[in-house]
């Protein structure tokens, strides 16, 4: 993770994930382990997948000693085998203690949406389409998680609500129409902004053709549906497949003609990478 994002977006968030485990004392470090000792711990891969996360890991120890040592055996975005020795950290045995579970959180469920990203794009592979993910990302963990789908091979649909303009179905229905909510977007928005706007019928796609999207959504169609709406954009707009999009359904969007697929499944549902922290022992 580039390291101004780190300072700026990220410490603040792994020192909360801290004090939520921390809150007075570890007692149970603090009864076996009184005192300083020096130790070492070894990181090892359970399962085979993709690591996201590194530099996560390491950050959670030397918030609690700087002086804490790391020696990775793999770097972010490289496939590693069930049993595969990934690192071996070395620093005071409590704060080896105190900082696993924090630690493993995040590189197991940074891991896991890695490994489940690289899957989904390898179906993509030899298509012009662009894989993204969404906003639907556990709470305080989004600057995490979208890292994550880039190291697996995706990119990043807009950061959040500041990021981009994006009409859904609620917006048009309080602007009380496509055509409206596409004119009100562009007089308020800067120019620098594109504006997207979710649609679900031919009706619709035509409508927001006419006013100007510069992105159209085909939100939940089935694959004949959005392959008439792509005929009928024309490339007058980019065009975005959303809805339901999964590993097990994604291969059917590849020939369809869409410019980008966005699924929440990347982050919403991936499931984590199983890594383990083993062998602590005194040196």
Same mark, same amino acid.
């Given at each position: 993770?580039?390291?101004?994002?780190?300072?700026?977006?990220?410490?603040?968030?792994?020192?909360?994930?801290?004090?939520?485990?921390?809150?007075?004392? &570890?007692?149970?470090?603090?009864?076996?382990?009184?005192?300083? =000792?020096?130790?070492?711990? &070894? +990181?090892?891969?359970?399962?085979? !997948?993709?690591?996201?996360?590194?530099?996560?890991?390491?950050? =959670?120890?030397?918030?609690?000693?700087?002086?804490?040592?790391?020696?990775? $055996?793999? $770097?972010?975005?490289?496939?590693?085998?069930?049993?595969?020795?990934?690192?071996? %950290?070395?620093?005071?045995?409590?704060?080896?203690?105190? !900082?696993?579970?924090?630690?493993?959180? @995040? +590189?197991?469920?940074?891991? !896991?949406?890695?490994?489940?990203?690289?899957?989904?794009?390898?179906?993509?592979? !030899?298509?012009?389409?662009?894989?993204?993910?969404?906003? $639907?990302?556990?709470?305080?963990?989004? %600057?995490?998680?979208? @890292?994550?789908?880039? =190291?697996?091979?995706?990119?990043?649909?807009? @950061?959040?609500?500041? &990021?981009? =303009?994006?009409?859904? &179905?609620?917006?048009?229905?309080?602007?009380?129409?496509? *055509? $409206?909510?596409? *004119?009100?977007?562009?007089? @308020?928005?800067?120019?620098?902004?594109?504006?997207? #706007?979710?649609?679900?019928?031919?009706?619709?796609?035509?409508?927001?053709?006419?006013?100007?999207?510069? /992105? #159209?959504?085909?939100?939940?169609? *089935?694959?004949?549906?959005?392959?008439?709406?792509?005929? +009928?954009?024309?490339?007058?707009?980019? *065009?975005?497949?959303?809805?339901?999009?999964?590993?097990?359904?994604?291969?059917?969007?590849?020939?369809?003609?869409?410019?980008? %697929?966005?699924?929440?499944?990347?982050?919403?549902?991936?499931?984590?990478?199983? /890594?383990?922290?083993?062998?602590?022992?005194?040196?």
């Amino acid at each position: 993770m580039n390291s101004i994002t780190m300072k700026m977006q990220a410490d603040q968030l792994i020192r909360m994930a801290l004090q939520e485990d921390i809150t007075s004392e &570890d007692v149970s470090t603090n009864a076996v382990m009184p005192t300083e =000792v020096k130790g070492t711990v &070894d +990181l090892i891969a359970k399962e085979d !997948g993709i690591i996201a996360g590194l530099d996560v890991y390491a950050r =959670v120890f030397q918030m609690l000693d700087e002086k804490t040592e790391i020696d990775f $055996k793999c $770097k972010d975005g490289d496939e590693v085998k069930k049993g595969e020795l990934m690192a071996t %950290v070395t620093g005071d045995i409590r704060v080896l203690l105190s !900082g696993e579970r924090v630690a493993l959180n @995040y +590189l197991q469920r940074m891991s !896991g949406i890695a490994t489940y990203t690289r899957q989904v794009a390898k179906l993509l592979e !030899g298509s012009k389409v662009t894989l993204l993910d969404t906003r $639907k990302t556990t709470p305080n963990c989004r %600057v995490f998680e979208k @890292y994550a789908v880039r =190291v697996g091979g995706g990119c990043n649909h807009r @950061y959040n609500l500041s &990021d981009g =303009v994006l009409l859904k &179905d609620n917006h048009i229905g309080a602007a009380g129409s496509i *055509t $409206k909510a596409i *004119t009100m977007a562009k007089e @308020y928005a800067p120019f620098v902004r594109k504006i997207e #706007i979710e649609v679900e019928t031919l009706e619709q796609v035509k409508e927001a053709v006419e006013a100007g999207a510069d /992105i #159209i959504m085909l939100d939940n169609m *089935t694959p004949e549906v959005m392959k008439q709406a792509v005929e +009928l954009i024309d490339g007058r707009a980019q *065009t975005e497949c959303s809805g339901n999009i999964t590993k097990e359904n994604i291969a059917r969007i590849r020939e369809i003609g869409v410019d980008f %697929v966005s699924s929440g499944a990347l982050t919403h549902s991936a499931p984590i990478l199983d /890594i383990s922290m083993k062998n602590l022992h005194a040196v």
